[in-house]
């Protein structure tokens, strides 16, 4: 990566600034009136001349100011950000947003929603495909004659829920029996070991046909929580950034992207890549007009999945940054104290 020297720094960061709130290229008089770098504009304009053939600016048209290349928001990220505090408003909604006392899907659902709002982006939360995550509990309850929920837990803090159909002639008892067996065949068993277990031999045949129903319930359950889970909100906010407002090309890619979802969820999932990844540094060609700022968020100290933000390359790294760490943080406190309630 080329160096800087410090006053090119102080410019390149002032065209991210100006740049992020504007989305207008941004011309070197702006930044020799309104930065006090006690430098003439001809001095900005041959400094802003040299960053830019250095391949962190570009000039759309001629007669235009610059802005950012992918280079230079890696380099702002990387060299040229400052910590910023959050407001107690934000900390506040992220907290209201966070409730231990709700199921960790619901949890990752009403943060992505208040990220979303606070950051007017789309924000993504993946869960880790995990076949080693094991079963912390599994119960069914009676529901009235032929009718059951089935709950399982996970040691990440997953809980799901299952109507099923039981026979109509089966008790409480029946029903405990039932739980008792599931106590000891499916309770501390990782969800690979779940796709391929047996079901043991039950002589009752009511406490059978219970079995039989939860045990296949189960098996769909471990095969669905072994694929990629990805919960969103906001891809309203993606859509209305003036890039792509104004350029249709942008528009079919980042459409593309959100349409397959794919590529855009393995992405978010993909914590090998940083906490930042923008732009051309995607594989995948139609995220090549976005960035991708990541947190990993914890069950305890085993990684449970990932917290996201998406949107354009040009976003305010420095603020989203900071609310998704604070997201992360808060999640990962809510998802583990009510595992040790």
């Not at 802003?48 to 928001?73: C, M, N, W």
């Not at 046909?209 to 669905?224: F, K, P, S, Y």
């Amino acid at each position: 990566m080329s160096e800087l020297s410090d006053r090119q720094r102080q410019i390149l960061r002032a065209i991210v600034l100006e740049y992020v709130v504007g989305a207008e290229p941004v011309p070197s008089e702006l930044i020799a009136s309104k930065y006090g770098l006690g430098v003439r504009s001809a001095t900005i304009r041959n400094e802003v001349k040299e960053i830019t053939e250095i391949g962190f600016l570009s000039q759309p048209h001629k007669s235009a100011g610059r802005v950012p290349s992918d280079q230079g928001y890696r380099f702002f990220v990387d060299n040229l950000t400052s910590s910023v505090d959050p407001r107690s408003s934000d900390r506040q909604s992220i907290r209201n947003a966070i409730d231990e006392d709700e199921p960790l899907r619901e949890l990752l659902k009403s943060t992505t929603k208040t990220l979303s709002r606070l950051t007017h982006l789309l924000c993504t939360a993946a869960l880790v495909r995990n076949g080693d995550v094991r079963v912390r509990q599994v119960l069914i309850s009676g529901l009235g004659p032929g009718r059951a929920l089935l709950v399982m837990v996970l040691e990440n803090g997953l809980a799901e829920n299952r109507f099923l159909g039981i026979p109509a002639t089966a008790t409480i008892e029946h029903i405990g029996d039932a739980n008792q067996i599931l106590a000891d065949h499916i309770t501390g068993k990782n969800l690979r070991t779940l796709l391929v277990h047996e079901m043991p031999t039950v002589p009752n045949p009511l406490v059978s046909q219970v079995v039989t129903g939860v045990w296949q319930a189960i098996r769909e359950l471990a095969e669905e929580l072994t694929r990629l889970q990805v919960v969103s909100d906001g891809e309203e906010f993606i859509l209305a950034q003036p890039e792509f407002q104004r350029d249709t090309d942008a528009m079919a890619m980042v459409l593309q992207a959100l349409e397959q979802g794919t590529d855009l969820h393995q992405a978010v999932a993909d914590t090998k890549q940083g906490h930042v990844t923008i732009g051309s540094e995607h594989d995948s060609a139609p995220l090549h007009s976005l960035s991708i700022l990541r947190e990993v968020f914890f069950v305890g100290t085993d990684e449970a999945g990932t917290l996201a933000i998406v949107g354009p390359t040009r976003l305010d790294y420095e603020r989203n940054r900071m609310l998704l760490r604070l997201a992360a943080e808060q999640l990962s406190m809510a998802v583990t104290n009510a595992l040790r309630a």
